[in-house]
């Protein structure tokens, strides 16, 4: 996974995925641990525990691999989206595209400092970025860019019609 920079641009930040993401996959897995051990004090048939410890781990190992196969990357031209395990799917989203950017935190988002973004843009669907760190930083991050990027050809207008 990796951004292909165009000439001049940087990248101001890259967010990361909260590690509240994987209290539900970590709570099966707990029980499913907690169900083979139960399972090994029973003498006569514990052939079921490696399936159970199996079954266990896979959701928190595909919400791992998941998280690893996401990048959200906001550089000074563009709002760079990847995602998928398999089957990729990238987006680029302008700057000057991004009309609004919406954060949404529940009460536990809140406490443990993760949240959501919605990314309006014109005529395109909006894109839900969920679960990253520092929800509020990356908004801010974009919402000066956008500010930065939305002035400038103002005074360059401003320019021309003095002349």
């Given amino acids: 996974m990796s951004i292909s920079l165009r000439p001049n641009e940087k990248i ?3 967010t990361d995925f909260h590690w509240s993401t994987y209290i539900t996959s970590g709570f099966w897995m707990f029980v499913c641990t907690l169900a083979s051990i139960g399972m090994l004090n029973v ?3 514990r052939s079921g525990v490696p399936f159970t410890l199996f079954i266990g781990a ?24 990847e995602d ?14 991004i009309n609004d950017i919406e954060l949404t935190q ?3 988002q809140r406490m443990v400092g ?9 005529n395109d669907k909006s894109k839900r970025l969920k679960d ?3 929800p509020e930083k990356f908004k801010n991050e974009v919402s000066q860019l956008l500010r930065i990027n939305t002035s400038a050809p103002t005074a360059v207008m401003v320019e021309r ?3």
């Fill in 12 to 14: 101001i930040m890259r």
């Fill in 43 to 45: 003498p006569e048939d």
């Fill in 58 to 81: 896979l959701p928190i190992f595909f919400r791992f691999l998941s998280n690893y196969c996401k990048e959200y990357v906001v550089t000074t031209e563009r709002l760079y989206l």
């Fill in 84 to 97: 998928g395990i398999l089957a990729k799917s990238k987006k680029d989203i302008p700057l000057n595209k």
């Fill in 106 to 108: 529940g009460i536990i």
């Fill in 114 to 122: 993760s949240g959501n973004l919605l990314v309006l843009t014109g």
């Fill in 132 to 134: 990253i760190s520092n």
């Fill in 161 to 163: 019609k003095a002349a």
